[in-house]
Nanobody, 120 residues
Framework: QVQLVESGGGLAQPGGSLRLSCAASGSIFSINAMGWYRQAPGKQRELVAT???????NYADSGKGRFTISRDNAKNTVYLQMTSLNPEHTAVYYC??????????????WGQGTQVTVSS
């Protein structure tokens, strides 16, 4: 089995920063893309950013210029550095990983989510 554990959420003031982390563990052979998604109250889950194993990144328009996704392949960990936060960024942020397990089967995994609240 594979687990994704997120950390780093919390309360930030407008204009502030937060760094989210997501560590994958378990029966992992390799991980293709990893990413962050978010879900605000009453809204559907939406893409924030993704990163391939080779480091290619993709951002939703809302995060371009203020969010940076990165990963440490040796640690099976993905990060999201968020800057210039505003209340519209308040949401539960979910980590996602496309995992090839040790039995060479493929599955898509999600973390449990971490709350990010931007408020003064």
């Amino acid at each position: 089995q594979v687990q994704l554990v997120e950390s780093g959420g919390g309360l930030a003031q407008p204009g502030g920063s937060l760094r989210l982390s997501c560590a994958a563990s378990g029966s992992i052979f390799s991980i293709n893309a990893m990413g962050w998604y978010r879900q605000a109250p009453g809204k559907q889950r939406e893409l924030v950013a993704t990163i391939t194993s080779g480091g290619s990144t993709n951002y939703a328009d809302s995060g371009k210029g203020r969010f940076t996704i990165s990963r440490d392949n040796a640690k099976n960990t993905v990060y999201l550095q968020m800057t210039s936060l505003n209340p519209e960024h308040t949401a539960v942020y979910y980590c996602n990983a496309e995992v090839i397990r040790t039995d060479l089967s493929f599955s898509d995994y999600w973390g449990q989510g971490t709350q990010v609240t931007v408020s003064s």
